[in-house]
């Protein structure tokens, strides 16, 4: 399939390239070319379907898509996400992070089975292409079924191991790296995870790192998200968590921590020094009153900073557009700054940094080889209008209004209000419904 968009204006978010009218080309799944043209315009003459193009040449493309002046970008990337736990959404809300956790969500998640997980995966992919995303790390159990949605649908998704002292073995995960990190799974990855320190026992950290150490891999893992996290650890080990999990080795090869809310001068210091990214999850630590992580700092001590919306229980949406403005609108407010986290800053965030601590390397940007994950924005709404400054129309009053197409691997997932995932939305609709009213008992929902 070749795919040729025109009459664009491109964000590759390549350093120091602004944004340019012009074209690009798609074959095989990743980009095959791009042109710069001096005007937002259909330069060529193409047609939009059909053998021959105007004048009577022969057309090279099997489709092509006229931007209309719309702005071509990479798509989202959501850095940490629990997507099967769609089935919670505003289910438990309100409540301590402790108290939701084990009170709430793990004893229905037990209930869950892998045809579950399978609907409830479809379900928060929808929500992820109306919003513009092309990749999610995704932290959850019953992978294979998760992994099953993801094909049929053409949607990417990098897979966190979660085991901890209630569940998943070190054998699973050493399986589920071997088997998801091959090079023909295009749109499937696995890194080594695990759920947290304060659920895992020391022995079965240390587990984790000799694994990790095995393969040269980097380890993920929920990292002070409350305060309540790192004063128990404090109590246990004498160290904070990032500290601690770093005295059993767990980040010799890199890894990253999600939330990294409460965290101390020593925890940057480990940062840096081991390569470790951080992905903030401004939406769901305000919600849980977790508190609000020090993004400004982050990006001055020179820290891979990615962004996620955490699971649907605890957010309550899959939408990177509200995780991008609180980003920067809070660290301006506790920054008593205006000219903290500027709006360029925040969309690096988003895009080719969330690729990078996933380990996307050829999602980050838009250049030719790399892959064809992109996002058209409609700047033809009121809220995009006037185009002063695109970049921060999209940051400061973008919305999943404006996503007019969500591309991945060079096929279209969504576009101008439907889907195109190879399943109905009602199908989805109905059986997310089913799972939940089981689960939780219909009178409840």
Same mark, same amino acid.
């Given at each position: 399939m070749k795919t040729r968009i025109y009459n664009a204006r491109i964000l590759t978010m390549e350093e120091g390239r602004p944004i340019f009218c012009g074209e690009l080309g798609i074959e095989g799944g990743r980009i095959s070319c791009?042109? &710069?043209?001096? /005007?937002? +315009?259909d330069t060529d003459g193409g047609s939009s379907s059909g053998k021959t193009a105007a004048g009577g040449r022969p057309n090279l493309w099997d489709e092509e898509i006229d931007a209309q002046g719309n702005l071509i970008m990479p798509g989202f990337k959501n850095a940490h996400t629990h997507s099967p736990m769609t089935f919670l959404r505003s289910y438990a809300d309100d409540m301590k992070l402790q108290e939701w956790l084990f009170d709430k969500v793990f004893p229905a998640e037990a209930k869950l089975t892998g045809e579950d997980v399978y609907w409830l995966t479809k379900l928060a992919i929808m929500e992820y292409v109306t919003s513009?995303?092309?990749?999610?790390?995704?932290?959850?159990?019953?992978?294979?079924d998760s992994a099953r949605a993801a094909r049929e649908c053409g949607f990417r998704m990098v897979f966190c191991g979660d085991i901890n002292d209630f569940g998943g073995t070190l054998e699973e995960m050493e399986a589920d790296y071997l088997k998801y990190n091959q090079d023909s799974e295009e749109l499937l990855a696995y890194r080594f995870g695990f759920h947290a320190e304060y659920t895992t026992s020391k022995e079965l950290m240390e587990k984790i790192?000799?694994? =990790?150490?095995?393969? +040269? =891999?980097? /380890?993920?893992?929920?990292?002070? &998200?409350?305060?309540?996290?790192? +004063? +128990?650890?404090?109590e246990r080990s004498g160290m904070t968590p990032a500290a601690y999990m770093d005295s059993l080795g767990l980040f010799r090869h890199g890894g990253g921590l999600?939330?990294?809310v409460h965290v101390e001068d020593k925890d940057f210091e480990i940062m840096k020094e081991k390569g470790i990214g951080v992905v903030t999850n401004p939406a769901s630590n305000l919600k849980l009153a977790s508190g609000i992580a020090p993004v400004k700092r982050y990006l001055d001590e020179g820290i891979t900073l990615a962004i996620g919306t955490d699971g649907p229980a605890s957010n309550n949406c899959l939408d990177m557009f509200r995780e991008m403005f609180l980003a920067t609108g809070l660290q301006k407010a506790v920054c008593d700054d205006p000219e903290a986290v500027p709006a360029m800053d925040v969309l690096k965030m988003a895009t080719l940094s969330g690729a990078r601590v996933m380990g996307l390397e050829d999602c980050d940007v838009l250049s030719e080889g790399k892959r064809a994950d992109l996002i058209m924005i409609d700047l033809m709404q009121p809220n995009m209008q006037p185009l002063h400054s695109i970049e921060k129309n999209v940051v400061y009053s973008g919305s999943k209004q404006n996503v007019k197409m969500t591309m991945v691997n060079g096929k279209i997932l969504y576009r101008d209000g439907e889907f195109y995932i190879n399943e109905s939305p009602e199908m989805v609709y109905e059986n997310a419904n089913r799972i939940a009213k089981r689960i939780l008992n219909a009178e409840e929902i």
């Amino acid at each position: 399939m070749k795919t040729r968009i025109y009459n664009a204006r491109i964000l590759t978010m390549e350093e120091g390239r602004p944004i340019f009218c012009g074209e690009l080309g798609i074959e095989g799944g990743r980009i095959s070319c791009i042109r &710069e043209n001096s /005007v937002c +315009e259909d330069t060529d003459g193409g047609s939009s379907s059909g053998k021959t193009a105007a004048g009577g040449r022969p057309n090279l493309w099997d489709e092509e898509i006229d931007a209309q002046g719309n702005l071509i970008m990479p798509g989202f990337k959501n850095a940490h996400t629990h997507s099967p736990m769609t089935f919670l959404r505003s289910y438990a809300d309100d409540m301590k992070l402790q108290e939701w956790l084990f009170d709430k969500v793990f004893p229905a998640e037990a209930k869950l089975t892998g045809e579950d997980v399978y609907w409830l995966t479809k379900l928060a992919i929808m929500e992820y292409v109306t919003s513009g995303t092309t990749a999610v790390f995704d932290m959850y159990k019953l992978k294979g079924d998760s992994a099953r949605a993801a094909r049929e649908c053409g949607f990417r998704m990098v897979f966190c191991g979660d085991i901890n002292d209630f569940g998943g073995t070190l054998e699973e995960m050493e399986a589920d790296y071997l088997k998801y990190n091959q090079d023909s799974e295009e749109l499937l990855a696995y890194r080594f995870g695990f759920h947290a320190e304060y659920t895992t026992s020391k022995e079965l950290m240390e587990k984790i790192a000799a694994l =990790a150490h095995k393969y +040269e =891999a980097p /380890v993920y893992v929920h990292c002070a &998200e409350t305060k309540r996290e790192v +004063e +128990e650890c404090r109590e246990r080990s004498g160290m904070t968590p990032a500290a601690y999990m770093d005295s059993l080795g767990l980040f010799r090869h890199g890894g990253g921590l999600f939330h990294g809310v409460h965290v101390e001068d020593k925890d940057f210091e480990i940062m840096k020094e081991k390569g470790i990214g951080v992905v903030t999850n401004p939406a769901s630590n305000l919600k849980l009153a977790s508190g609000i992580a020090p993004v400004k700092r982050y990006l001055d001590e020179g820290i891979t900073l990615a962004i996620g919306t955490d699971g649907p229980a605890s957010n309550n949406c899959l939408d990177m557009f509200r995780e991008m403005f609180l980003a920067t609108g809070l660290q301006k407010a506790v920054c008593d700054d205006p000219e903290a986290v500027p709006a360029m800053d925040v969309l690096k965030m988003a895009t080719l940094s969330g690729a990078r601590v996933m380990g996307l390397e050829d999602c980050d940007v838009l250049s030719e080889g790399k892959r064809a994950d992109l996002i058209m924005i409609d700047l033809m709404q009121p809220n995009m209008q006037p185009l002063h400054s695109i970049e921060k129309n999209v940051v400061y009053s973008g919305s999943k209004q404006n996503v007019k197409m969500t591309m991945v691997n060079g096929k279209i997932l969504y576009r101008d209000g439907e889907f195109y995932i190879n399943e109905s939305p009602e199908m989805v609709y109905e059986n997310a419904n089913r799972i939940a009213k089981r689960i939780l008992n219909a009178e409840e929902i």
